[in-house]
């Protein structure tokens, strides 16, 4: 087996697997990211005086 070949090979290989690992990182921040938005949006829309109050007409 040539050495050179398999050295090109390995470091393809790192390469790819160092590349897959950045962008599931790059993911991971981005849905921490909206989820944090999602959570400022459900806060800023709260309105503690709703449901406090029940009217019922017999």
């Known amino acids: 087996m040539d ?4 050295s090109v090979s390995l470091n393809q290989s790192a390469l790819s697997q160092a590349v897959g690992i950045k962008v599931l990182s ?7 990211q909206q989820g944090q ?3 400022q ?8 005086n709703v449901g406090q109050n029940l009217d019922i007409r017999v």
Do not use: D, W
Request: net charge neutral.
């Open 3 to 6: 050495i050179a070949a398999l």
């Open 26 to 32: 790059m993911a991971n921040k981005q849905a921490e």
């Open 37 to 39: 938005g999602i959570v």
């Open 41 to 48: 949006l459900m806060n800023a829309s709260l309105n503690p």
